[in-house]
């Protein structure tokens, strides 16, 4: 078995194909297209591109909705674009992951088309169905407003199939060992086209039982079992969980080696608590639990991901203090537990927007980006649901932003065209060229973390008196050269700074020495290793 590729130092960048860039003027974004610009991602300092469902679907969830797990949506090009573009990603020494879709299928997959005329049938058994619904406590739907029910009746089938997501995503029943079997079939398939891993859609609901018999699996000897059959292709495969629970909750996923890493939904809900109180304690609290329960190294944080920015992990009281702060209108609410919004207006100042930026890339652990979050891109509120919050990307003050050369791309959204983050004024080419723009700040970052070896190693919290608004984080180990303190001011309002340690400064924003100004933040490295404050 070969070292895994797992932890790095530089970003996880996620690409939403069809609106990162149109190779051959149809309007919509194409593999040819990502790879046209993958000297853009490693230049961003990019390890690991993390390329969103781009198989056979409707698109009705984003592709989530899959009709064919091993196929390539001709949309977007074919399975020899597919290879091409991970070769070209290894000669970089980009690493890539694809989502692999476990917990459904669409309901136009061929295993639910053939499995619907006879429930008892080999694809029937791959679903879970009832007589009757069968209702038992918290089994909700995920999408509250937009989905009602987990039930729906199926005229073909004579009953109702269950469905945590879409009424147009049946459950797959991974309790089925033949659904299994696909699932290593669907892995290996992707592993022999050369992918380094995957993102484990939906990992927790995926193994939650469903309310009916049969469909009980046990996460951890599930997932053992899938990492040890695609390690038989793979010595290295990176699994990384999507899972949207406490770190105690986190632990078991990462610590029998099921997974090399889960994206952290706890810590980001707390840097929004922070940000909502002007006041770090939060991030403090959440980094003492999450550091007990998962290394840092096995965790991936993110400010916005490309659903909504979904707060389930605070306390209602908590949630809705950062709705008063960031939702002043209730139609930036999604599901009464999230928002719609995008990162950078809710930010809404350009230095608050920068400074969360270096948060994000001085937190202990693996930085998530998605496509146009280092230029700083914007939302479209006018769009339904989730979509709001997933723009097309800016290349250039260029018809349709430079995505395509078909001026009327349908994927460029209304808000692109006019107002603060349009692309005219937004976008690749124009921060290319300004030393002091997101992108340029975005990249800067990318190597400071990568020296300051962020990926692997706790930070501990700094004394700072008098600065009760800053986020203090030390990272440091006896083991390692590495030392840098990062100071972030969480507020508008400048903090003074007392740092007993002799330090040379690295990168600083509103930074004067003793005080850091309004969201200001600065990296240090300290001059005398060893011991902390
Ligand atoms: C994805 C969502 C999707 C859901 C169902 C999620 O976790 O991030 O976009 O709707 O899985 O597949």
Redesign the pocket.
Known sequence: MSESAWPHNGYLYGVDVPRFRDSNGDGIGDLPGVLERLDYIAELGVSWVWLLPFYPSERR??G?DVDDHVGVDERFGDVDDFEALVRECHRRGISVLVDL?I??TSDHHRWFQEGRRDRSSRYGNYYVWADEPVDVPNDVN?FPGEENDVWTYDEAAHGWYHHQ?YEF?PDLNLANPEVFEEIVRIGTTWLERGVDGFRL??AIPAVTKKPTLGTEVDDRVFFQRLRSRLAEVRGDVVLVG?ADVHPVAMAPLVHGGQMDAVLDFALNNNVFLALTRENPDAIYLALESLDTAVPPPARVNFMR???ELDLQQLTDEERREVFTAFAPDPEMLLYGRGLRRGWTPMMGNPQRFRMTLSLLAALPGVPLLLQGQELGIGDDLSVEG?GAGRPTMQWADAPAGGFSDRADAPFVLPAQRSGPYDFARVNVERQQGDPRSHLILARTLARLRADACLGILQARRVALPGAPRVLALRTWDKTSPCDTVTLHNLSAMPQPIRLDLRTTTLLGEEWHGDALGGYGFVWLRVLEPGGMA
């Open positions: 969830d984003n989530y879709v917990h459904h995920v997501f995503q859609d939906a999507e991901n490309a659903d989730r």
